[in-house]
């Protein structure tokens, strides 16, 4: 079993920046990868950005240029820097973490950070 706690959620005003971080505990393979899906109220939860392992970025097109994943394997641990926030981010944003592949169905998900954007 694999563990995940996100923070870093919070209402921020529109042109602000978040940085999410989820830290991965339990039975870690070394070969993986960890993610962030969002989904903004009545939308499908949709897949974000994505960073395994050995170093590959996938960023979804609605969010390239603005959100960037980064992680630190030494500690387990997923970021997401998202900055110029839209209201359109608004949502809860779940870490995930997936045996290489299977990032469309990862195995393990947090329990969510919500990330509100308004003025």
């Known amino acids: 079993q694999v563990q995940l706690v996100e923070s870093g959620g919070g209402l921020v005003q529109p042109g602000g920046s978040l940085r999410l971080s989820c830290a991965a505990s339990?039975?870690?393979?070394?070969?993986?990868?960890m993610g962030w899906y969002r989904q903004a109220p009545g939308k499908q939860r949709e897949l974000a950005a994505t960073k395994s392992s050995d170093g590959t970025t996938m960023y979804a097109p609605t969010v390239t240029g603005r959100f960037t994943i980064s992680r630190d394997n030494a500690k387990n641990t997923v970021y997401l820097q998202i900055n110029r926030l839209k209201p359109e981010d608004t949502g809860v944003y779940y870490c995930?973490?997936?045996?290489?592949?299977?990032?469309?169905?990862?195995?393990?998900w947090g329990q969510g950070t919500q990330v509100t954007v308004s003025s």
């Open positions: 339990g039975s870690i393979f070394s070969s993986n990868v």
């Open positions: 995930v973490f997936a045996s290489p592949g299977r990032i469309r169905n990862p195995d393990y």
